[in-house]
């Protein structure tokens, strides 16, 4: 129940193509769902967050979308561009801030 | 603002030896969180410090340990290593506020390596 479930676990996108990854969870105490995008060699970095209250975020080129009732949300990244190519998490986190638990990873790769 | 830190960035350890890893935070936060990444497993949380504290624990075994000082900064250690140590160790450092969700924000990890 603590999971966070996340596809694919790869992508190949062509150079100003979308960029589509999901996320899926169990436990309804969550309710703050960042996602990270993480380059080779350095640490996650937050790119955008989400919480239920909203069924969407829109920040530049990056959109979460999030449907509570299916306690699924996503990740869209439009006009894809190879400096996006990268490993992007998903996360989620309980309403005590104390339960923070990532996704698997999916690594994206924008061909030129 | 400085980022998080960590040291050393790269290390080869051989099984059996023990390791400390070192992580400074982003100043004023107090909350440090530890992570182990490895390509089959991703992204797992070890354990997190708060003012001196151990305040949550993942499900790891009793080689893993942690400390924090007063000045916020962590130490993790892992004792009688093994080959299945080797990862990239993460920490994450935040505000620390009992009850609010924050952003955590990471440094650039400590790749170890257990020949």
């Known amino acids: 129940q603590q999971q966070v479930k996340q596809s694919p676990q790869s992508l190949i996108v062509q150079k100003g193509g979308i960029s589509i990854i999901n996320c899926a969870y169990e436990n309804t105490a969550f309710d703050y769902f960042p996602w990270y995008q993480q380059f080779p060699g350095k640490g996650p970095a937050l790119l955008i967050a989400i919480r239920p209250d909203v069924s969407e975020k829109k920040e530049g080129r990056f959109t979460i979308s999030f449907n509570k009732s299916a306690k699924q949300f996503s990740l869209h990244i439009m006009d894809s561009q190879p400096g996006d190519s990268a490993t992007y998490f998903c996360?989620?986190?309980?309403?005590?801030?104390?339960?923070?638990?990532f996704g698997p990873g999916t690594r994206l790769s924008v061909l030129p | 603002k400085a980022g998080v830190t960590q040291t050393p960035r790269y290390l080869i350890k051989t099984r059996g030896q023990q390791v400390t890893l070192s992580c400074s935070p982003i100043s004023g936060h107090r909350s440090v969180s530890w992570y182990q990444q490895t390509p089959g497993q991703g992204l797992q949380f070890l354990f997190e410090?708060?003012?001196?504290?151990?305040?949550n624990k993942g499900n790891f075994p009793g080689r893993f340990s942690g400390r924090q000082f007063s000045n916020s900064r962590s130490e993790m250690n892992v004792s009688t290593l093994e080959l299945g140590d080797s990862a990239l160790y993460l920490c994450?450092?935040?505000?620390?506020?009992?009850?609010?969700?924050?952003?955590?924000?990471f440094g650039p990890g400590t790749r170890l390596l257990v020949l």
């Open positions: 994450a450092s935040s505000l620390g506020v009992q009850g609010v969700q924050e952003t955590q924000y």
């Open positions: 996360a989620a986190e309980d309403n005590y801030g104390q339960n923070f638990v």
């Open positions: 410090y708060f003012s001196e504290t151990q305040r």
